[in-house]
């Protein structure tokens, strides 16, 4: 289930955190809207938002927005919070993909990472405030 994907990830990153940086779960922010995982810098105290999706369980539509709406239009809006991560956990194939409905194709999972990859670059591009989100990928279901 996502939520203990989340917990996992928050996990793993406390592990390796040291001195770097410190790890939060779910710590309030702008209009009282939660990231999953906030990453802050010790030394300068600069901090990046991350958001963990569980791709299999989410529309294409759904994974839109949680890169627009979710993690750019409610977490990174702050001037001290603009940089942010999409984390897509890919955990069992999808023998169709995900459907893109403006088309009526299916897309792979490559291709969405490509579709999601290429509108966080668009948005980072929107002027010199705008939000600076990034998307990772965590795959595993080859395994």
């Known amino acids: 289930p996502e939520r203990e994907v989340q917990k996992w990830v ?3 990153l406390r ?4 001195r770097s940086y410190s790890i939060e779960r779910e710590p309030h922010v ?3 809207k939660e990231p999953d995982v906030r990453i802050r810098a010790k030394p300068t105290d600069a901090n990046c938002s991350m958001e963990i999706k569980v791709a299999d369980s989410w529309t294409l539509t759904e994974l839109d927005d949680a890169l627009e709406a979710q993690l ?11 940089y942010g991560v999409l984390l897509l956990v890919h955990q069992e194939s999808r023998p ?4 893109d409905k403006a088309t009526g194709t299916y897309l792979a999972f ?5 579709r999601l990859r290429t509108r966080a670059l668009a948005i980072s591009g929107e002027g010199h405030h705008a ?3 990034e998307i990772a990928v965590l795959d595993v279901s080859g395994c």
């Open 96 to 99: 169709l993909g995900w459907e």
């Open 72 to 82: 750019c239009g409610r977490y990174l809006r702050s001037d001290q919070g603009r």
């Open 30 to 32: 702008v209009g009282e």
């Open 15 to 18: 592990l390796k955190q040291g």
């Open 10 to 12: 928050a996990d793993r």
């Open 131 to 133: 939000p600076q989100p």
């Open 110 to 114: 490559s291709e969405v990472v490509t």
